[in-house]
């Protein structure tokens, strides 16, 4: 039962309110303004809740009560059914197109290749979202907070998914008009086709995602336009429920691993938000522990986190190594390049939060090559529902863990698929391709090699007994 005492104040917003994450500063803003960053520090914001005050349910398993109530189009979302944890906004505000119906598998062949005993690899398939991807869970929370402040335009920079996701839910809802920028010849074609065609306006910056990051957030401050990359709090608020929905798929049982894609570091910082919550409210008894995944061509996190020791150290951080690393990549023009373009991304805004997740969840970060990243993909591909490039790093992230010693054979593992498998086709008809123009442009040129678990298409002649017996020799 959802504990009732205190559901008169289920829809007040004076119970929630926006937090600076820096615990030197602590300064606390309205839910009801918008702000990406404290106006006192600078540093990212949290929505932060008086749980002593607001309705909790005694235990998750109280959330299946809202599977009977699916014709409320609230409960019926995977992300509003648990409300009650994210409980900024009241209900009339809410919005959602019914994203969140997303599936756990239990995914055994794909298992055997990251190393795993049977039954113990789980793929939390998030590209089955209404725009393909993760996105989704976040931007009905940011779209709900936009409507509560009456906004009229929202804006992104994005790699694709966070594009697609806007244009969607502007498109669907018509709240707001969608302003997209986007890095040129950076986004995959399933991802510009969902931005154009749901009527987005497309901004296309000659650069890449870190300096579309950089423009959009002048240009929203200087516009007033809302904001809903994951600078904003609100949109980490939707993207906690992912972790909801993976306890709910595990019958509430806490696996050993969470193992995510790493980015802009939104997933990452919204999963440890959410255990960090679960285990102050006493809804969980332990924490999983989390593994970052960067790809080998954009690999921040790995470096700060992994090679020079950066930690979040209750919130003061150690910020010379980061400067350095920041001063490095301008003065030798790195930009951030591999075939996992929605993970290519040099400059992760979110990586403070994300550090206080990797402490908080006892977390590791791994990089891994484009080669093993479409060799994990393939597997997803053949042995479960498929995933777009830069979701199968979880996949190759938990392999290399398990190589190591550092996952166990016997550990519960789930890997975070982000995105769906058509959101980058190019990508994957590139590696099952038998022209080799195609694979040399899209993929030798980014250091892949072979197509060791290829499907490659047999050509035969237009004539019957050619095709019955090209039939007859392959199957
Ligand atoms: N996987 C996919 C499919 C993504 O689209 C993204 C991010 C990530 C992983 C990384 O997630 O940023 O939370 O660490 N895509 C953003 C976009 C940047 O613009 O669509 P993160």
């Known amino acids: 039962m959802l504990l009732q005492a205190h559901s008169q104040n289920a829809n007040r917003t004076d119970l929630s309110h926006q937090r600076c994450i820096n615990p ?21 914001l949290d929505i932060a809740y008086d749980w002593d005050h607001l309705p909790v349910p005694e235990k998750l398993s109280d959330f299946e009560a809202m599977w009977s109530q699916r014709t409320n189009p609230i409960r019926f979302s995977g992300v509003w059914r648990f409300h009650e944890l994210l409980p900024f906004a009241p209900q009339d505000k809410v919005v959602t197109v019914g994203e969140g119906q997303t599936l756990l598998q239990q995914a055994d062949a794909v298992g055997e290749f990251v190393g795993m005993d049977a039954g113990k690899l789980h793929l939390q398939y998030e590209g089955m979202n209404p725009s393909g991807s993760f ?39 018509r709240l707001m008009k969608a302003i997209i920028f986007i890095g040129s010849g950076k986004i995959s074609y399933g991802k510009l086709s969902q931005a154009l065609d749901y009527g987005a306006l497309t901004v296309q910056i000659a650069g890449d995602f ?67 919550e679960l285990k102050q409210l006493g809804l969980v008894d332990r924490i999983p522990r989390l593994a970052v995944v960067n790809a080998s061509g954009a690999d921040t996190a790995y470096e700060l986190y992994e090679r020079r020791g950066v930690r979040w150290n209750g919130g003061h951080i150690d910020f010379d190594p980061i400067r350095q690393h920041n001063d490095r990549m301008d003065r030798e023009h790195l930009k951030a390049d591999t075939i996992a373009s929605a993970i290519e991304i040099n400059r992760p805004v979110n990586l403070k939060k994300c550090l206080r997740a990797l402490d908080v969840m006892d977390g590791v970060v791994r990089q891994v090559t484009d080669q093993e990243i479409l060799d994990a993909k393939a597997k997803v591909g053949a042995g479960g529902f498929g995933c777009e490039p830069a979701s199968a790093a979880s996949v190759a992230g938990a392999k290399l863990l398990r190589r190591e010693g550092v996952i166990a054979p016997s550990d519960r593992v789930v890997c975070i698929l982000t995105g769906h498998e058509l959101k980058d086709p190019t990508a994957t008809v590139a590696y099952h391709t038998t022209d080799q123009d195609l694979f040399n442009r899209v993929l030798a040129s980014r250091g892949v090699s072979k197509a060791s678990y290829a499907n490659r298409a047999i050509a035969v002649p237009n004539e019957l007994d050619d095709i019955i017996k090209a039939i007859q020799l392959y199957s």
């Open 135 to 173: 996105k989704d869970n976040g931007m009905c929370a940011a779209f709900t907070h936009a409507r509560m402040m009456e906004a009229k335009r929202a804006a992104c920079a994005s790699t694709g998914n966070t594009s697609a996701s806007l244009a969607m839910y502007c498109s669907t809802t």
């Open 24 to 44: 030197a500063c602590g300064a606390t803003y309205e839910t009801h303004s918008i702000r990406t960053s404290c106006d006192r520090c600078g540093e990212l």
């Open 210 to 276: 870190d300096d579309a990051m950089l423009r959009v957030q002048q240009v929203s401050k200087q516009l007033g336009i809302y904001l809903v990359n994951s600078v904003n709090p609100f949109r980490l608020e939707g993207q906690k429920t992912v972790m909801y929905r993976v306890l709910e798929a595990l019958r509430w049982e806490v696996p050993d691993w969470i193992v995510v894609p790493g980015g802009n570091l939104g997933n990452s910082s919204a999963f440890g938000k959410a255990f960090m």
